[in-house]
């Protein structure tokens, strides 16, 4: 999950405003040690791989991706969670992947995580 925000924040540092837990801090070592950060990671983790498992019951999934998505409102005040940032989120998840699988991360497998983040992007 750190990984994942770290691709998030280089890909778009102004989303660091968006979370609570980057606030304040003054060094990268101090964001990416950071508890909540480390926690919010692995619930974005499970959430994908919930997807994942989810996608021979989109029935189930459905719900759990709009509860989701209700979590992350796009009509608060500021901040608010946009649809560009759930492009940045999908840029970075792809980046990660790379990350873990390097060349075993094929144009198929790659096209095969864009539509399963489609999936959950649309959804929330």
Do not use: C
Request: no cysteine; glycine share 8%.
């Amino acid at each position: 999950g750190v990984i994942l925000f770290r691709h998030i924040f280089d890909i778009a540092p102004e989303a660091k405003g968006l979370f609570s837990f980057a606030k304040g801090k003054q060094s990268d070592e101090d964001l990416y040690n950071n508890l909540y950060l480390k926690k919010h990671g692995a619930n974005v983790v499970m959430t994908v791989n919930t997807a994942v498992e989810g996608l021979t019951d989109l029935d189930a999934l459905v719900p759990v991706l709009k509860g989701l998505g209700k979590r992350h409102p796009h009509t608060s005040p500021p901040p608010q969670v946009l649809p560009p940032h759930y492009d940045v989120v999908g840029q970075a998840l792809i980046a990660t992947l790379g990350d873990a699988l390097g060349p075993q991360l094929t144009p198929e497998v790659k096209e095969a995580w864009l539509a399963v983040y489609g999936i959950v992007k649309d959804t929330m």
